[in-house]
């Protein structure tokens, strides 16, 4: 049984949740503001933390950063602010997923079991190569001109389809399909965007001339460099 915590402040809405998940077999703990969510962080260990942003006594970023202090529990933004800023900011602090009020629990439900399948699956062994990029993949971790960078789960995950893709012309939809194991429709390209932004921030010298993940116009993405591995 998967153990999550829900932090929201509208006691209705997270009634709802609460009531949706258990029917789906999961285990749930309420907080209704960020002091008592910390508290519940510090005494358990859960599997998921579905975080609204908007708190009586604080903001979920906050929040998402105390975690990400000690620990790589996934979480899942709830949010009524959806301009990119927003989300750009909740994925860069270490958020693995969002969803914007009003939503349909089915939509969630989706997003849930997609970053736990995520953090469940295994990265294959070997070693890829990419003129200055080095991912060592049973490690999940990635080098640029050999100094380590840190990924998301989603970020990473999205650099390794890419790679082992290298050269091939990669649909936005299937992207999104790989990326989040979940129907096309739950996902808008602005999320697939942001990612891809960051990711280039990441890695490339100049994120605006990009000279490794190349877009092709009207059709997707492609890795534009040759990928060795051991």
């Not at 190569?129 to 995950?157: A, H, M, R």
């Not at 996902?187 to 990612?195: E, K, M, R």
């Not at 605006?208 to 997707?220: A, D, E, Q």
Request: negative net charge.
């Amino acid at each position: 049984m998967h153990s999550i915590l829900l932090v929201e402040d509208d006691s209705t809405l997270a009634m709802g949740i609460e009531y949706s998940l258990k029917n789906e077999g999961y285990k749930v703990k309420l907080a209704n503001n960020a002091a008592l969510a910390k508290q519940l962080i510090d005494e358990e260990t859960y599997e998921l933390i579905i975080l609204d942003i908007t708190l009586p006594d604080g903001n979920g970023y906050d929040l998402c950063k105390y975690v990400r202090n000690t620990k790589e529990t996934p979480v899942i933004f709830l949010t009524a602010l959806d301009e990119e800023v927003n989300v750009v900011m909740g994925l860069d602090i270490g958020g693995d997923d969002y969803i914007t009020k009003p939503f349909k629990i089915r939509e969630l439900l989706s997003r849930i079991r997609a970053v736990l399948r995520r953090y469940s699956q295994k990265s294959p062994e070997g070693i890829l190569k990419s003129d200055d990029i080095k991912v060592i993949q049973i490690q999940n971790k990635v080098y640029v001109n050999n100094k380590e960078i840190f990924l998301t789960p989603s970020e990473y995950k999205l650099l390794v389809f890419l790679m082992l893709n290298a050269n091939k012309v990669l649909s936005r939809n299937a992207i999104l399909e790989k990326l989040w194991d979940i129907e096309g429709d739950f996902i808008d390209d602005n999320t697939l965007s942001v990612y891809i932004r960051r990711l280039r921030e990441k890695i490339e010298k100049d994120s605006s001339n990009p000279f490794y993940i190349k877009t092709v116009r009207g059709l997707g993405y492609t890795w534009d460099k040759e990928v060795g591995g051991e």
